[in-house]
């Protein structure tokens, strides 16, 4: 059964400090990888979206890696702002003609002033 | 503006009674999905569908089924609601082309409780 894994479950950090959120996947075949945002009361925003090929991607202060022989990925945030809380998730697609997205349970962010 | 629109945005149902979400996208997307999430769990797959007049079961699709009559709507209808349906649900649209392209836009949810 395809799996996705995020941690930390939940993590409060100050403004201004940096932080990495991990994901562990045994998705297969592997397609592509994406990280969202979601903000309270709000549905999921795309991130980042890597493929197997891509070790690093950036968006703004977002930057996601993605090792595919360990089946990992992390996110970095950097310079945290408190629009930055929100819930982080990863979201595998697999590589099967349906190209369907497993889900992690995401990691609840807070940043604090 | 262009997008994923869910209605309605908060339901209470009693338990036995009916309804159907309504979810429309106006960027000419092929697929759509409902999932459901709920307290520390990722969104599960409810149903889907790749075009218009086609569906398909996702990972949880009972007590659920759904209808796409036109392109750019995907409903989905609660027969007889249980409190076990209580959950946020949310629709999203994607294109249909295989591979990297294809990021899935979502709804801003419906919020369902079923007392």
């Known amino acids: 059964k395809n799996q996705v894994e995020q941690s930390p479950q939940s993590l409060i950090i100050l403004e201004g400090k940096n932080c990495t959120l991990q994901c562990n996947y045994t998705v297969s075949p592997f397609s592509n990888l994406r990280w969202y945002k979601q903000d309270t009361g709000r549905g999921p925003v795309s991130l980042t979206i890597m493929t197997f090929s891509e070790n690093t991607k950036s968006n703004g202060r977002y930057t996601a890696t993605l090792d595919a022989d360990t089946k990992q990925s992390s996110l970095h945030i950097t310079a945290s702002q408190l629009s930055d809380s929100a819930s982080y998730i990863c979201?595998?697609?697999?590589?099967?003609?349906?190209?369907?997205?497993?889900f992690g349970g995401g990691t609840r962010l807070m940043v604090k002033p | 503006n262009a997008g994923v629109t869910q209605t309605p945005k908060f339901r209470v149902l009693k338990t036995g009674q009916s309804m159907t979400l309504l979810c429309a996208q106006d960027m000419n997307h092929e697929y759509m999905y409902w999932y459901r999430q709920d307290p520390g769990m990722g969104l599960r797959l409810i149903h889907y569908s790749v075009g218009e007049g086609t569906t398909a079961k996702g990972e949880v699709p009972d007590g659920y089924n759904v209808s796409r009559l036109k392109k750019q709507n995907f409903l989905l209808g609660l027969e007889s609601a249980a409190p076990s349906q209580t959950s946020v649900y949310f629709c999203?649209?994607?294109?249909?082309?295989?591979?990297?392209?294809?990021?899935?836009?979502f709804g801003s949810g419906t919020r369902l409780t079923v007392v």
């Open positions: 979201v595998v697609s697999d590589g099967n003609a349906g190209n369907m997205l497993t």
């Open positions: 999203a649209s994607s294109y249909s082309n295989p591979g990297q392209d294809r990021v899935a836009t």
